[in-house]
C-alpha cells in the first residue's frame, strides 16, 4: 500500500484526544489514529450507501428473479 502524506488542520481538543489514545497505546502514532479514523468513518458511508440502494430494492421482484435464474440452471443440467 502506498501512502501519501497530506496536512490536515485540527482541534486542539480532538488533537489532545488522539494524543491521549497514542500515550495510552491504542494507536502506534497520530498518523495511524487519524488513518484509521478516516478510513472507519468512509467504510461506514459506504455501507450507508449500499443499505439505501438495497431498500430501494423490491424484495417480491428480486425473489422472483432468482427462482427464475434457479430454474432455468436446474433445466440446463444434464441428467444421469
Do not use: H, N
Not at 491504542?26 to 484509521?36: C, D, E
Not at 430501494?56 to 444434464?78: I, R
Request: with cysteine; hydrophobic share 40%; glycine share 2%.
Amino acid at each position: 500500500m502506498s501512502v501519501t502524506k497530506v496536512a490536515i488542520t485540527l482541534d486542539e481538543d480532538l488533537l489532545q484526544r488522539i494524543d491521549r489514545l497514542v500515550a495510552e497505546r491504542k494507536f502506534p502514532s497520530r498518523s495511524r489514529a487519524i488513518q484509521l479514523a478516516v478510513k472507519a468513518q468512509i467504510d461506514r458511508l459506504d455501507r450507508g450507501r449500499l443499505a439505501r440502494e438495497c431498500a430501494k430494492l423490491d424484495p417480491a421482484y428480486e425473489q422472483e428473479v432468482a427462482e427464475e435464474g434457479a430454474s432455468y440452471d436446474l433445466e440446463s443440467w444434464p441428467e444421469y
